[in-house]
């Protein structure tokens, strides 16, 4: 069974950075593709970037050039490296695996990890 657990979230003033870990039991993220995603109240949960067993990676246009999703397979972990955040970033961040498919539905969510962007 795949078990996320998600960490680094926290309150940050704007312009300032915050890096997000996600690391995975019972799977091998190399083989996954691994994806953040946020969601606020009221809203559908949305992609902000994910990579694949390859290595390539996507990002929402919204945190294109802010934000990097990288790996590290000897740890079984996934970072989300956030950098000149924005009010409009504040959202509960969640760690999604998912194995021959890009729907998050058919994968595993971790808990999420809160994430505010305010002065």
């Known amino acids: 069974q795949v078990q996320l657990v998600e960490s680094g979230g926290g309150l940050v003033q704007p312009g300032g950075s915050l890096r997000l870990s996600c690391t995975a039991s019972?799977?091998?993220?190399?083989?996954?593709?691994m994806g953040w995603y946020r969601q606020v109240p009221g809203k559908q949960r949305e992609l902000v970037a994910r990579?694949?067993?390859?290595?390539?990676?996507n990002y929402a246009d919204s945190v294109k050039g802010r934000f990097t999703i990288s790996r590290d397979n000897a740890k079984n972990t996934v970072f989300l490296q956030m950098n000149s955040l924005k009010p409009e970033d504040t959202a509960v961040y969640y760690c999604?695996?998912?194995?021959?498919?890009?729907?998050?539905?058919?994968?595993?969510w971790g808990q999420g990890t809160q994430v505010t962007v305010s002065s």
């Open positions: 990579i694949t067993s390859g290595g390539n990676t």
């Open positions: 019972g799977t091998i993220v190399s083989s996954y593709v």
């Open positions: 999604n695996a998912v194995r021959g498919s890009y729907d998050p539905g058919f994968g595993s």
